[in-house]
């Protein structure tokens, strides 16, 4: 690894990639391993032989756009060949900013408040669940997201300053809920109680020491003015899905939990808010008969 001069921290992965290259004018294409992975380059191994200097193509899981590379060496490692790519600076770029959305305390489902020993101990439960080896519940989409959380959360350093810029950023109305069946008349006024339930129910989950969200984010998160949720809230209220906690604060009542965790069929609006943290950034209008209305 003495070739490999990367300063990025690199993060131990584990999952298959396919590369893409030329060869004298031929396409050529093979399947590697990733070892490691950081935001300048990455270590894969394989059988096939890139020569050093050639420009290649990866597709990583965590990413949905094609890496550009450069191959900066390529030497036997056992029975097969070790290669360090560096990623060109577009690659960095558009790798930098796909993870400025990611809220690392939400991929590891942690209060902002936790204390280094949960944060290790979450970190330990989920990795082994989300692990690529592991045969029933691996997935190394989430495993990659995880371990970045864990690289920041368990620095106290990383942490602070992580925590100084997150501190700074407004909340950002998410996608979904600008999706027509959050903005029709009826059907939007239905989604929109399903939103608030799953905003409450995922604070809760997420946070038990502060289940709560303030009017203000709640407006902010679904991007909608006070005026457009009055009903909204004056239905969930008369239910008793949601309670007024102190000042504008609302939490989420048993009998909200129990409609969220009752009413969840597999591909309703309700699922797909919490499938996706309630962060997803986009959502498909689901059709009349796959929703759960709340009425």
């Known amino acids: 690894m003495a070739n490999c001069k990367r300063q990025d921290h690199r993060e131990t992965v584990s999952f298959d990639v396919v590369v893409h290259w030329d060869d004298m004018g031929q396409s050529c294409s093979g399947e590697f391993h990733a070892r490691d992975l950081s935001d300048g380059g990455a270590q894969i191994e394989g059988a096939k032989r890139i020569e050093t200097g050639k420009q290649v193509r990866i597709h990583v899981p965590q990413y949905g756009f094609p890496l550009e590379a450069v191959v900066r060496y390529c030497v036997p490692a056992g029975a097969k060949l070790s290669i360090g790519l560096e990623f060109c600076s577009e690659t960095r770029r558009s790798m930098r900013a796909s993870k400025k959305d990611v809220d690392h305390y939400e991929v590891l489902q942690l209060s902002p408040r936790a204390d280094m020993d949960t944060v290790h101990r979450v970190f330990r439960i989920m990795a082994a669940r989300f692990h690529p080896d592991n045969p029933e519940s691996g997935d190394a989409d989430k495993f990659l ?17 992580y925590d100084a810029i997150r501190a700074d950023k407004k909340p950002q109305p998410l996608p979904l ?24 129910y995922a604070q809760r989950r997420r946070t038990s020491e502060h289940p709560t969200l303030t009017l203000l984010e ?3 998160l679904m991007g909608y003015p006070r005026e457009y949720l009055e009903f909204t809230f004056w239905y969930l209220r008369e239910k008793e899905y949601i309670k007024r906690a102190d ?26 808010l919490l499938e996706s943290g309630v962060y997803s950034q986009s959502t498909a209008a689901m059709p009349a008969e796959k929703r759960m209305s709340v009425q």
């Open 247 to 272: 000042c504008s604060d609302f939490a989420l009542t048993a009998a909200g939990a129990d409609f969220v965790e009752e009413h969840m069929p597999a591909q309703s609006v309700l699922h797909r």
């Open 145 to 161: 997201l995880l371990t970045e959380a864990y690289t920041v959360l368990s620095d106290p350093e990383k942490r602070a300053q």
């Open 218 to 220: 709640i407006e902010a």
């Open 177 to 200: 809920f600008q999706a027509r069946a959050f903005v029709d008349e009826k059907e939007g006024e239905v989604n929109r109680r399903l939103g608030v339930l799953c905003l409450l």
